[in-house]
C-alpha cells in the first residue's frame, strides 16, 4: 500500500465525497455524466447494508480510489461469497498501490467474514487491470462462460 493513502469502510458520511468518482467510474464504462444519481446509488447501498464499499483517500483527504463489494452465496460450494463489483482509482493516483491496497483490503475483508471466494469481471480490453488482479493471486475462470439478459 502506498504510504499516502490510506483504505477504510465508507459510511453513510462518506456518500457526498465518493459520489464524484462513483460518477467517473460509471462514465468510464460508457455512462453518461449523473452526478444525482451516483450520489443516490450510494447512498441507498450504504444507508440499507446491501453493499460493503472501502474507500482509499490521501492525507489530506481526497477519495482517490474505492471498491465495491456485494454478498451474495454460491450453491456449488455452499458458502458465502462477494462480488467485487466495483472498482475505480482516479487517473491521478493510478500506478501508486491505490487498486493494490482497495484490493487487499477486500481480500481481508472476504477472509474475516467467511467467505470462500471473491468474484470479480473486468472489460476484456481492461489489460491493466487484469495483469494487477493476476499479481495479486486472482485466476481467470477457464471453465464458465458469463451470460446477462437485459431487462430493462
Given at each position: 500500500?502506498?504510504?499516502?493513502?490510506?483504505?477504510?469502510?465508507?459510511?453513510?458520511?462518506?456518500?457526498?465525497?465518493?459520489?464524484?468518482?462513483?460518477?467517473?467510474?460509471?462514465?468510464?464504462?460508457?455512462?453518461?455524466?449523473?452526478?444525482?444519481?451516483?450520489?443516490?446509488?450510494?447512498?441507498?447501498?450504504?444507508?440499507t447494508?446491501?453493499?460493503?464499499?472501502?474507500?482509499?483517500?490521501?492525507?489530506?483527504?481526497?477519495?482517490?480510489?474505492?471498491t465495491?463489494?456485494?454478498?451474495?452465496?454460491?450453491?456449488?460450494?455452499?458458502?458465502?461469497?462477494?462480488?467485487?463489483?466495483?472498482?475505480?482509482?482516479?487517473?491521478?493516483?493510478?500506478?501508486?498501490?491505490?487498486?493494490?491496497?482497495?484490493?487487499?483490503?477486500?481480500?481481508?475483508?472476504?477472509?474475516?467474514?467467511?467467505?470462500?471466494?471473491?468474484?470479480?469481471?473486468?472489460?476484456?480490453?481492461?489489460?491493466?487491470?487484469?495483469?494487477?488482479?493476476?499479481?495479486?493471486?486472482?485466476?481467470?475462470?477457464?471453465?464458465?462462460?458469463?451470460?446477462?439478459?437485459?431487462?430493462?
Open positions: 500500500m502506498s504510504a499516502e493513502v490510506a483504505v477504510r469502510q465508507a459510511s453513510s458520511e462518506d456518500v457526498d465525497a465518493l459520489a464524484p468518482l462513483f460518477d467517473a467510474y460509471r462514465q468510464f464504462y460508457d455512462c453518461p455524466p449523473d452526478l444525482p444519481l451516483a450520489r443516490a446509488y450510494l447512498a441507498d447501498r450504504i444507508g447494508d446491501e453493499s460493503t464499499v472501502f474507500i482509499a483517500s490521501t492525507r489530506a483527504g481526497d477519495v482517490v480510489g474505492f465495491q463489494l456485494y454478498p451474495t452465496f454460491c450453491s456449488v460450494e455452499a458458502s458465502p461469497i462477494f462480488v467485487l463489483y466495483d472498482l475505480f482509482v482516479a487517473p491521478a493516483s493510478r500506478q501508486h498501490g491505490v487498486g493494490r491496497a482497495l484490493l487487499s483490503k477486500a481480500e481481508a475483508f472476504g477472509r474475516a467474514s467467511g467467505a470462500s471466494r471473491l468474484d470479480l469481471s473486468t472489460a476484456k480490453t481492461n489489460v491493466k487491470a487484469q495483469s494487477v488482479y493476476e499479481s495479486l493471486g486472482w485466476v481467470r475462470d477457464k471453465v464458465f462462460l458469463q451470460y446477462s439478459l437485459p431487462l430493462a
